[in-house]
C-alpha cells in the first residue's frame, strides 16, 4: 500500500472510533441467549417470525474476513473492520476463477489495471449487491413476515426484499438495488433480484454486472450468530454460464450502525488519482 493511502486509512480509522463514541457502539443487544456462564450462545436457535419463519433481523458482517494487517491495524483491534477477500474478486474461490465472456474478461483486466479509480464505491456510489455482503461495513437486517429490509453502513442506503407474494416487474427502470421478491422452501429465504442498471460493478476488481443479471440469494440462519448466503449469478452477456458463492455472514452483539457518508468532505479521490499517476 502506497504511503499515502495507508496515510488516509488510519485517519479514517481514527476518525470512525471518535464518531462511535457518541453512537450506540456499546449498548447491550436485547434478547441475546445466554449460556449458564452469562456470555451470549451464538449456537442457540435462530429467533422466529410470529408466522414461524426464521427471522434474520440484526446486525450483521461478512464471516469471512482479510487476515490481520498490523501495518493497518495498529489503532483499532483487528476484529473491528475488516471485509472479505471475495469483496476484491468475488470468485476468488471458484476453480479456474470466474467464467467471463471475453469482452467482460477484458473490461475487468483494464479496470484492475487502473487500479479501480472508476469504481462506483471509490466515487461514493452505492454499493449494489450482492457487493455489499462483503465489504467491511455492517448490514442490518429488519425482517418482517411480508418485507425484509437491509440498511447498509455506508450513505444511508438500503435495499427492499419484498415476501408478500409480489411479482417481479416487467420493465423496470434500472436501479442500483435492482428489484427483489422472495419465497420460502422451508427455512430456506430464496430472494430473486434482477432490474439492475448496466454499468454496476461486483467487487473491487472491476467484475462487471449487465442488465441482464438475474441474482438469487439463498438465506439461511441455522443458528441465532449465523447467516448463511448462497448466491448464484447468472449474466450471458457477462458470463458463459451461471455461477455460486457463498457470503456467510455473523452477528455483530452490542453496536449498531454509525453514520459514514462517504461525500462528505471526501479528499482521498483525487489524492489517489494523483498517487497513480507518479
Avoid at 498490523?70 to 473492520?81: F, G, H, K, M, Y
Avoid at 483486466?109 to 487500479?115: G, L, P, S
Amino acid at each position: 500500500m502506497r504511503r499515502n493511502q495507508l496515510a488516509l486509512l488510519l485517519i479514517a480509522i481514527i476518525a470512525v472510533q471518535a464518531i462511535g463514541l457518541g453512537q450506540w457502539v456499546r449498548y447491550p443487544t436485547a434478547d441475546v441467549p445466554r449460556k449458564a456462564d452469562g456470555t451470549p450462545n451464538l449456537s442457540a436457535p435462530a429467533p422466529r417470525l410470529p408466522d414461524g419463519k426464521p427471522d434474520f433481523s440484526g446486525l450483521w458482517h461478512v464471516t469471512l474476513r482479510n487476515p490481520c494487517n498490523p501495518a493497518v491495524n495498529r489503532l483499532s483491534a483487528c476484529t473491528e473492520i475488516g471485509g472479505s477477500p471475495l469483496a476484491r474478486n468475488i470468485g476468488a474461490n471458484l476453480p479456474g476463477g470466474l467464467p467471463f465472456q471475453p469482452w467482460a474478461a477484458a473490461i475487468a483486466k483494464q479496470r484492475a489495471a487502473d487500479d479501480g479509480r472508476d469504481d462506483p464505491h471509490v466515487r461514493c456510489l452505492p454499493d449494489n449487491p450482492p457487493r455489499h455482503w462483503g465489504l467491511p461495513h455492517l448490514n442490518k437486517i429488519v425482517h418482517t413476515p411480508k418485507l425484509l429490509v437491509v440498511l447498509y453502513e455506508v450513505n444511508a442506503m438500503y435495499r427492499q426484499i419484498f415476501t408478500d407474494g409480489r411479482p417481479l416487474p416487467d420493465d423496470p427502470t434500472p436501479g442500483w438495488m435492482g428489484y427483489s421478491t422472495a419465497r420460502w422452501e422451508g427455512d430456506t429465504l430464496i430472494i430473486q433480484t434482477t432490474g439492475f442498471r448496466d454499468d454496476l460493478w461486483m467487487d473491487l476488481g472491476g467484475t462487471p454486472m449487465s442488465d441482464a443479471t438475474k441474482l438469487t440469494e439463498r438465506l439461511r440462519r441455522p443458528n441465532y450468530g449465523s447467516l448463511e448466503i448462497e448466491i448464484t449469478v447468472e449474466d450471458p452477456k457477462v458470463f458463459t454460464k451461471p455461477w455460486t458463492v457463498r457470503m456467510d455472514q455473523s452477528i455483530e452483539l452490542d453496536t449498531d450502525l454509525i453514520d459514514e457518508f462517504c461525500l462528505e468532505n471526501e479528499k482521498s479521490y483525487d489524492r489517489m488519482i494523483r498517487s497513480r499517476g507518479k
